[in-house]
């Protein structure tokens, strides 16, 4: 017969790193409002003006904005909704103490006198996906894509409207995740959950994109959800929502992808969000960052603000013992993820104890093995880990049956 292993409240428990409330003054501490599991240090970049900037993509190690800044810009006129010049694509130089250069302009080609709105680039940066809106009817931009002609500087060409454009909605934001499988952006077509809401499709081998689908009620509410961007694994999503309780007009919140399903959206808290407009985040390079608010100022124009952010881990500390209390060194401890891969092995000290470093809002898994004991495995989904526990663990019973004969 084997015996299994129990688990008893005693000394395993995950918390938060110490952070206290935000002080304004302090950015990097965490406010209540804040579970993204991020810490923010946030400063306003230097190159802002009195028009708007707003963060789009990177394309050859260059910060691709949305401005309406005149600056070698083309046509001349003021858009009747935003009162500012129309947008065009410009674009900074990353230095390598997170500073930018001054904005020079993107591209004499997909620059117009109409609106440019966000770009979104291939993997390879041989495709761009792009947003416009004319000047007779500036609410409604429409989607496209064009090529970079090989072995140039930066000539596009093979300009497409894609299909999926519509003079009955506006299609914008777009964003192609790392691995440049799937296009996102927002849209305000019918049979929505109201206003804008953020929507995907894949991308085929030439380019095209096929049908698109609702990420769904988690994501987009009855108002608007726009801005969508994705980490490089993928595994996270970050867009802009006037609903999800937001503290006023858009704010920043995250969203960690299960599997094919995304979670709860929540908050990235004061640091990042205000009363105003907080939108365009996006990931430059580890943990630096930019995104775009209208906080501050008395238009409606939006600067650009530099972010570095601080992973808060949680800690998962443990034990192992034996049935009768006796500490059991040399044990194998195997933390995988949500997917099964391993994470990190321990084996436990002298004091039988383990210790892992977890994110906090990622599914676990722990194994443990001990010669002559039977295994254990415990998945840990986040926020629901035992406050404290003990490992103890039952040795396998060899039963052996004796031949009667009669």
Not at 111 to 131: I, M, R
Not at 348 to 356: I, P
């Amino acid at each position: 017969m084997k015996f299994t292993i129990h688990v008893l409240c005693a000394l395993l428990f995950c918390t938060y790193t110490s952070y206290d409330k935000t002080d304004p003054v302090k950015s990097t501490k965490v406010d209540a409002l804040n579970k993204s599991g991020y810490a923010f240090n946030v400063k306003v970049s230097q190159i802002n003006s009195n028009y708007s900037e707003i963060a789009s993509a990177m394309f050859r190690n260059k910060l691709v904005i949305v401005s309406s800044k005149k600056i070698g810009g083309l046509g001349s006129g003021v858009d009747p909704k935003t009162k500012e010049p129309y947008t065009d694509l410009f674009c900074l130089d990353v230095e390598e103490n997170g500073s930018f250069s001054q904005p020079f302009l993107f591209s004499r080609i997909l620059n117009t006198k109409g609106n440019e709105g966000k770009v979104a680039f291939s993997p390879d940066e041989h495709t761009v996906y792009y947003t416009r809106s004319e000047r007779d009817n500036v609410l409604n931009y429409k989607l496209y894509k064009a090529e970079l002609k090989k072995n140039s500087q930066g000539k596009w060409i093979n300009e497409t409207e894609l299909a999926i454009s519509s003079d009955d909605y506006s299609v914008e934001n777009p964003h192609v995740s790392a691995d440049g499988k799937f296009l996102f952006f927002s849209s305000n077509m019918k049979d929505g959950f109201g206003g804008f809401d953020i929507y995907m499709a894949r991308i085929n081998k030439d380019g095209s994109i096929g049908s698109h689908v609702n990420l769904g009620g988690k994501i987009n509410t009855e108002s608007d959800e726009k801005y969508p961007y994705t980490t490089d694994d993928n595994k996270e999503l970050y867009f802009s929502s006037e609903g999800h309780n937001s503290i006023g007009g858009y704010d920043i919140f995250i969203s960690n992808r299960k599997q094919i399903a995304y979670s709860k959206p929540r908050n990235l808290g004061r640091a990042i969000n205000s009363n105003k407009d907080d939108i365009a985040f996006m990931i430059i390079n580890g943990d630096t960052g930019v995104f775009s608010s209208n906080k501050g100022k008395s238009t409606n124009a939006y600067n650009m603000y530099h972010f570095k952010s601080e992973m808060i881990y949680k800690d998962l500390q443990g034990v192992v013992t034996t049935q009768d209390n006796k500490i059991l060194p040399n044990a194998t401890i195997v933390l995988l993820n949500d997917e099964g891969e391993e994470v990190e092995r321990q084996t436990t000290s002298v004091d039988a104890s383990y210790s892992f470093k977890l994110k906090p809002y990622d599914d676990y898994e722990i194994v443990i093995k001990k010669e002559g004991f039977e295994a254990y495995t415990k998945k840990l989904a986040p926020n629901t880990f035992p406050e404290k526990s003990v490992v103890k663990m039952e040795p396998k019973v060899e039963v052996s049956y004796n031949t009667v004969k009669h």
